[in-house]
């Protein structure tokens, strides 16, 4: 099947850094990739809408300038929280939607998840 | 607006049993309704998805039943095992559009 791959897996850094999540289709094509956030026994919290060559489609109350998303190619969109404090200390998942495989395979239209991010600010 | 309400919010069966969680939609226009697995700390595996011109989907053990008058739709999990433990959503959406999740269901299926 699809596989989504994200990375890094855990990241643990200090308040005020700058870290950067990527997320990338191996298999097939997804001009749209979705960013999500998830608190403990929570569901998934949309953050952003991720579109090739093009700006990042943010949701209600999620600062872009504090959740910069770029998607520079059909196969990779990354996620750069800037200045993290704790607060910011969640677990990150992407999903990347079927649009197309490398192959020429008709796209699915379905939605494959990475493994996740687990972001830790001290 | 919850575009998806799913119920139960959490679910305790008995190994072998069956598990049973719904889903209600409102938007008409979604064309796709997949349901995610996740176990603590890995993103959501797709498990199973049904299109609306069908009633019924089956998977192994797993089954989605689907009725579009209702505008709902269940995933039930034959035979379950402890394996099956794990966070269930499920999920709505036309094609272009996001996905719009439930707010998830905790099942454990007790030995």
Known sequence: GAVVSQHPSRVICKSGTSVKIECRSLDFQATTMFWYRQFPKKSLMLMATSNEGSKATYEQGVEKDKFLINHASLTLSTLTVTSAHPEDSSFYICSARDTGGLAGAPNTGELFFGEGSRLTVL | ?111
């Not at chain 2, 309400?5 to 598990?19: F, N």
């Not at chain 2, 049904?50 to 009725?67: L, Q, Y």
Request: aromatic share 16%; glycine share 8%; with cysteine.
């Open chain 2, 1 to 111: 607006q919850q575009q998806v309400k799913q119920s139960p919010q959490s679910l305790i069966v008995q190994k072998g049993g069956i598990s049973i969680i719904n889903c209600a939609y409102e938007n008409t226009a979604f064309d796709y309704f997949p349901w995610y697995q996740q176990f603590p700390g890995k993103g959501p595996a797709l498990l199973i998805a049904i299109r609306p011109d069908v009633s019924e989907k089956k998977e192994g053990r797993f089954t989605i039943s689907f009725n579009k008058s209702a505008k709902q739709f269940s995933l039930h999990i034959m035979d379950s095992q402890p394996g099956d433990s794990a966070t269930y959503f499920c999920a709505a959406t036309y094609y272009g559009n996001q996905f719009y999740f439930g707010t998830g269901t905790s099942l454990t299926v007790i030995p």
